[in-house]
């Protein structure tokens, strides 16, 4: 196990490094020790943003400064990743999705395989949150199988329509918003992704698993 | 509450921002120049992160339905109350039934409007900001236009007196070449090269810029690693896609991206990039973490001397 690195990410922020290799058990260890620290409440810290290589962690530099919250965070970090086995793991969602996306007989053509297949072989398997960005609630999920991927579109589409189910390379995703994308639109969902208005506003945090379940 | 009668290309409700809901994808926004949000509302009384109105790219005007104490800060403009001039960072009385004319920017990019009490829009995720990508915050979650009525909120206390002005030594000097960066995450990607040319050029503002990110024009970066996996980003944050032509991160920014980041721009200069137009140049000097939150502080504590001249001006009278 490397030695976590903590570099400033500006006077408000600190990246906390893990690695310089992505891999879904950095990602898992990354999103343990993420949880560690919101357990930990740790005095000025504002936000927790997990990604594959490295944490952030926001804080208010006019209550500390990065040395003393830094050094804070990698013993945090460091504890954390060792009781690793006992935090909890993520939350499990069944998204139920209509296959019905526009691309989903252009994704058959190009995967050569049937299109009940495709649907067979999305809706079968469980997926990993891997990190949520982009716009809010978009969450990229891993990881799909082989068969199914393909590179995004040459030609983005301007709009896409919120809960629209979408894959690209190894990744599948649901569109929170209503946002311009290249992937390739597989079906639909009434799942409300985002709502600003509720408590956790984004349907899926980063380690939580979701399966899709087809709707006819 | 006021009455929008003839509204900017861009306007819309700002506060400080969203700073608890990054891990859902949600960007701070908020303000782009934080320095003039806190000015203008301590010199009208409020806290210095009550919501203002973020005014751009052409004048307009908009009228007072009640008589309301005001302040303007930002962008240089030539502004009009009753055919009087309006001076920046200075607190100015309107009557029930004025207007105040935005004849045009002169030079800077938002012009912010705060009223004593705060404009009264609803609290979406802790802020009372406009996300215009999400369509949520400030005032139905889209830019003011013509005709659009906006509350504001009942003052807690009372206004400080007119004609008081924050000093300019409390005002950063917007015009200054150079705006202070510290080193990125992926400052060590970049060669000896690639930094010389980072700190050594005049870089121009491209027209190609919102409140998403600022793109740069002049040198080219040379940068060995194109993309990372994402990780995330902050206002701020320089990135250098592969094309070598650096990106100011700007509020609206998504959380994350895969662009190796060469430096991050000074909190307490953020406001002198924020504020920088298409065409206006820009030079960057290194400070370490430590000069450079010390500049923060140095920031936040004159934004609070003002508020404080401000209140002690107040009970002289």
């Known amino acids: 196990m490397s030695a976590l690195q903590a570099r400033p990410l500006g006077d408000f922020a600190v990246a906390i490094v893990f690695g310089a290799e992505r891999s879904p058990a950095l990602l898992g260890r990354i999103h343990a020790t993420a949880a560690a620290l919101a357990a930990a409440n740790i005095p000025a810290v504002e936000d927790i943003v997990p990604s594959y290589l490295s944490i952030a962690v926001f804080y208010d530099c006019l209550q500390r400064s990065y040395a003393d919250v830094s050094a804070e965070l990698l013993a945090v970090c460091e504890r954390g990743a060792r009781a690793e086995a006992r935090t909890t793991p993520g939350r499990e969602h069944v998204v139920r999705t209509r296959y019905d996306g526009i691309d989903l007989s252009d994704v058959a053509a190009r995967t050569g395989l049937s299109e009940e297949e495709v649907i067979a072989r999305h809706s079968g398997r469980p997926y990993r949150v891997d990190i949520i960005g982009f716009v809010p609630g978009f969450a990229y999920l891993s990881e799909l199988d082989a068969s199914l991927a393909l590179p995004r579109r040459d030609q983005p589409r301007p709009r896409i329509a919120a809960g629209s189910v979408a894959i690209a390379g190894l990744q599948t995703a649901v569109y929170p918003l209503v946002t311009p994308g290249g992937w390739h639109i597989i079906g639909s969902t009434d799942a409300v992704m985002f709502d600003p208005q509720r408590g956790e506003p984004s349907l899926l945090r980063a380690g939580d698993t979701v399966r899709f379940e087809r709707a006819r | ?204 503002v491209a027209s190609a810029s919102d409140r998403t990110g600022y793109r740069l024009e002049g040198a080219v970066i040379p940068n060995s690693a194109a993309t990372l996996p994402s990780e995330a980003g902050c206002q701020g944050a320089i990135q250098v896609p592969g094309e070598g032509k650096p990106i100011v991160l700007m509020a609206d920014a998504p959380t994350v991206g895969g662009y190796p980041k060469i430096a991050v721009v000074s909190e307490s200069d953020l406001p002198l990039m924020s504020q920088r137009q298409p065409g206006d140049s820009v030079r960057f000097e290194l400070f370490t973490i430590e000069q450079s939150q010390r500049a923060a502080r140095r920031r936040a504590s004159d934004l609070q001397t003002i508020r404080s001249l401000a209140e002690s001006s107040l009970r002289r009278v």
């Open chain 2, 1 to 204: 509450m006021i009455t929008i009668t003839r509204a900017p290309p861009y306007l819309t409700v700002q506060d400080d921002g969203r700073k608890r809901s990054r891990a859902a994808g949600v960007p701070r926004g908020g303000a782009m120049d934080r320095f003039a949000l806190g000015a203008t509302n301590a010199v009208v009384g409020n806290a210095l992160n009550a919501a203002v109105l973020e005014w751009g790219l052409a004048g307009g005007s908009l009228r007072f339905d009640a008589d309301c104490t005001f302040a303007v800060g930002g962008a240089i403009a030539a502004i009009t109350l009753r055919d009087a001039p309006v001076a920046p960072f200075t607190t100015t009385q309107a009557r029930a039934g004025d207007e105040i004319t935005v004849h045009q920017l002169e030079s800077g990019r938002f012009l912010y409007i705060a009223f004593h009490g705060g404009i009264d829009v609803p609290i979406v995720l802790h802020s009372r900001s406009t996300y215009l990508p999400g369509g949520f915050g400030g005032h139905e979650g889209r830019v003011v236009r013509h005709g659009d009525v906006l509350g504001i909120a009942p003052p807690a206390g009372r206004a400080p007196d007119p004609g008081f002005h924050a000093p300019g030594e409390l005002t950063p000097a917007y015009t200054a070449a150079v705006v202070h960066v510290t080193r990125g995450p992926q400052a060590d990607l970049f060669d000896e090269s690639a930094w010389e040319a980072f700190l050594a050029s005049d870089f121009r």
